[in-house]
């Protein structure tokens, strides 16, 4: 009766660890897609002025990411580009507000991206241009490889809860006939 107490505190043990690596893999991926790009540049932009930012046809995905995004116009963006925006509605009564923007695309030529501050007054603008992969471009091999993530990690709850329970079980059966 002692080898179930064992078991069940294995399979206890077992299904804590495989939760807790589930509870930081989900963490880690919802932080991943709500989180700012770390190292992003500042930039002053008073009325109608601009900044330019150079990209280069090297097979890699463009990603463009900037702050401030109801206040800006953006010239330069493919119209196949995904689109990717944090709203924010700061009280009931306000209106809409769009806190950040990205936009990610594949380039088939080198070009040029303009942000222009289109606000009446200045301000300050979070951005940052940089290469991914190709594939991050391709919105059905996003969709795919989010869903499969979400998928495994479902999977991998439900099995540490079995084990979890299973583990109880069996050390309050192997405890109770011990006796």
């Known amino acids: 009766m002692k080898s179930l107490v064992k078991l069940g505190l294995i399979l ?18 919802a932080r991943s897609i709500t989180a700012f790009p770390s190292d992003l540049h500042q930039a002053y932009l008073d009325h109608n002025s601009s ?18 995004a109801s206040y800006l116009k953006i ?11 944090m709203f924010i509605k700061p009280f009931s009564n306000s209106s809409i ?4 923007r990205s936009y990610t695309f594949v380039p088939s030529y080198s070009g040029n991206i303009t942000i222009i501050n289109t606000y009446s007054k200045p301000i300050i603008v979070n951005y940052k241009l940089e290469y991914l992969p190709s594939n991050d471009a391709n919105f059905f091999h996003l969709l795919i490889g989010s869903a499969v993530k979400i998928f495994i990690m ?18 309050i059966v192997g405890h109770f006939r011990r006796k």
Do not use: M, Q, W
Not at 158 to 164: D, E, F, N, Q, V
């Open 12 to 29: 206890l043990i077992i299904g804590v660890i495989i939760g807790s690596f589930d509870y930081l893999n989900f963490y880690e991926y």
């Open 51 to 68: 900044i330019t930012l150079k990209y280069t046809a090297n097979g890699s995905a463009v990603c463009i990411y900037y702050t401030n």
């Open 75 to 85: 010239v330069g963006i493919p119209s196949n580009a995904l689109n990717s925006t």
């Open 97 to 100: 507000r769009i806190v950040s």
């Open 154 to 171: 479902g999977v991998l709850f439900l099995l540490s809860i079995l084990l979890i329970i299973a583990g109880i079980v069996l050390a």
